[in-house]
């Protein structure tokens, strides 16, 4: 009797154990907040991206598919600051999923960590804008990816205490390594400072920001609201009259716009990678600052548009 309770005893250990070593399910809206989860996790987890590079996060059809992952999570990862509005709340209503559910310890909003940029003063929806609660293009500045790292870690910790000095020292050697990279970028960066951009989406400004550039118009009218011709002749007038250097679009702005500036101009157009998997060569978010900055470095800038 007394061994067949031990073996059950061992069993039931076992059946623990196991489960304890099963990776946890990470469900990310971006793929910058994928990367940052397998820096983060490691082999600790198994992470589902929602969306890649050359996807408008903010217009994301609802997939069963995407249904189906948010079931099986058990930590969601987004930006949130009203990114995905248009399509997570229907999703996650879809699931039904409790152990990531708003306020718990599996779901985790960038955007509650960072303090937001270009926050309105009065909230207008009528106008169209998509960025109500403020910008939420926040990963664009790396010391945002920091401080989200440090979150996301003691989400971690929350949902799977059995390996939380794993993610304690991974965050740790990632931190290391993050701090290298940034000062590096940082000590090139200094020499775009005051670079007079245009951009179509206001998806950089938490990268104008950290680096100093200077924007000096947006090719849609409100954020989210389609370039028009109006609009475009008015910016004709605007590059006419003071320095640009060149226009910025994320992988997936349509670009019509842009090449209709950039041939009555003569401006150059960089299609930044915007996130991982936005160019060749980026599959982190080490190489997505590298690219970020090669891309800037490689516009010509002349005497007219440095300070
Ligand atoms: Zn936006």
Redesign the pocket.
Known sequence: MRYVFTVAAVLLLMSGMARAADPVQVFACEPEWAALAEEIGGEAVTVFAATHARQDP?YIRARPSLIAALRRADLLVCSGGG?ETGWLPVLLQKAGNRAISPGTDGYLLAASVIELRDVPERVDRSQGD??PEGN??LHLDPHNIDQVAGELAARLQAVDSTRAGLYQDRLEDFRRRWQVAVADWETRGARLQGLPVIVH???WHYLIGWLGLREVAALEPR??IPPTGAHLEGLLQTVRSQPVAVILRTPYAPPDAADWLAERTGLPVRVLPYTVGGAEGVDDLFTLFEHTLQQLESVRVTETITN
Do not use: D
């Open positions: 903010h990114l998509v960025h939420p293009h989406h206001q998806a954020p989210g």
